[in-house]
């Protein structure tokens, strides 16, 4: 119990000054540092991975606004990012990231 409690403490532990507070297990935080690089590398997953599941080649542009809750042990991470189309155009999507150690899972990928 306790190894496993220090594994998940190192997890969060460069999390901690990104976020306006720490969250109790499934609670939902604001992100305030969204350009954070282990924040940005999370979008930039959403993207890659809602690139290779469709006929979309989006090119991430910025992450507008993101928050995040533990869940068992999970993070997730709700983003709101812009990406560019193929086209040049701009455009707003909602994603949600689940991260567990390394391991990441795209769980939705959504234009607004």
Known sequence: MMKSLICFSLILLPLISVVEAFPGDGELVSIKDVSARNIREVAKYAIDEHNSESDDNLVFVKIIEGKWQVRSAILIYDL????????????????????????????SFNEL
């Not at 709101?80 to 707003?92: H, L, M, P, S, V």
């Open 80 to 107: 709101t990012i812009a990406a560019k189309n193929e086209g040049g155009a701009t455009k707003n999507y909602k994603t949600v990231v689940m991260e567990s150690g390394r391991d990441k899972i795209l769980y």
